[in-house]
């Protein structure tokens, strides 16, 4: 149990397009999802925390335009990338929450030419 | 959340028992330990956690000192698989937040 599932599972597109990635709890609903990026030899860096019906609260330094998160249903949350740029070329992943432990998606990796 | 600190890179030989230790010396009462692992281009993996008592799943065991500044995540008979960046992360109860170190490469050996 606790399958969480994202798509695309890799992107690419032309500078200043949108991207939208999905995250879905496939065998629980999810009050809470998180959207994390990783960049190569890094660790992964929280973006924001998308609570079901409400607005999704963002880490510092996080453009909130930039990045707009849904969280319609208790199994999707959706993550769009707005007017990419290169510098937005990134491993984007998303977690959901069941009980107390965070499970992980697989990732998508974005790559903006 | 309290901040812990790995060895940045371990090997073991395939069959083998993989120790992996984790300092958490400020942790708090109501701070539990988690296990996650990141084999290449994937998704975090959740192992286990645990507050005080030690733990045991079907994946790995988890061994956490008295005064609970230390852990140590076992895995029994590591293969090729187990190959990953395992991090190891303090968050408190009813936290929501994962904040991730750059944990410890772990290499299994053939």
């Known amino acids: 149990g606790a399958v969480v599932s994202q798509h695309p599972s890799w992107v690419i597109c032309k500078s200043g397009t949108s991207v939208k990635i999905e995250c879905r709890s496939l065998?629980?609903?999810?009050?809470?999802m998180f959207w994390y990026r990783q960049f190569p030899k890094q660790s992964l860096m929280l973006m924001a925390t998308?609570?079901?019906?409400?607005?999704?609260?963002?880490e510092q330094g996080v453009e909130k335009d930039k990045f707009l998160i849904n969280h319609a249903s208790l199994t999707l949350s959706t993550l769009t990338v707005t007017s990419a740029h290169p510098e937005d070329s990134s491993f984007y992943i998303c977690?959901?929450?069941?009980?107390?432990?965070?499970?992980f998606g697989p990732g998508t990796r974005l790559l903006v030419l | 959340d309290a901040k812990t600190t790995q060895p940045p890179s371990m090997d073991c030989a395939e069959g083998r028992a993989a120790n992996l230790p984790c300092n958490h010396s400020?942790?708090?009462?109501?701070?539990?330990v988690y296990w996650y692992r990141q084999i290449h281009s994937q998704g975090p993996q959740y192992i286990i956690h645990?507050?005080?008592n030690n733990e045991t799943n079907e994946m790995a065991s988890l061994i956490i000192t008295e005064d609970r500044k230390s852990s140590t995540l076992i895995l029994p008979h590591a293969t090729l698989r187990d190959t990953a960046v395992y991090y190891c992360?303090?968050?408190?109860?009813?936290?929501?937040?994962?904040?991730f170190g750059e944990g410890t490469q772990l290499t299994v050996n053939p």
């Open positions: 977690s959901a929450s069941r009980g107390e432990t965070q499970y």
């Open positions: 065998d629980f609903q999810a009050t809470t």
């Open positions: 998308s609570n079901e019906g409400s607005k999704a609260t963002y």
């Open positions: 400020t942790i708090s009462g109501n701070e539990y």
């Open positions: 645990g507050l005080k």
């Open positions: 992360i303090v968050r408190v109860e009813g936290g929501s937040r994962l904040t």
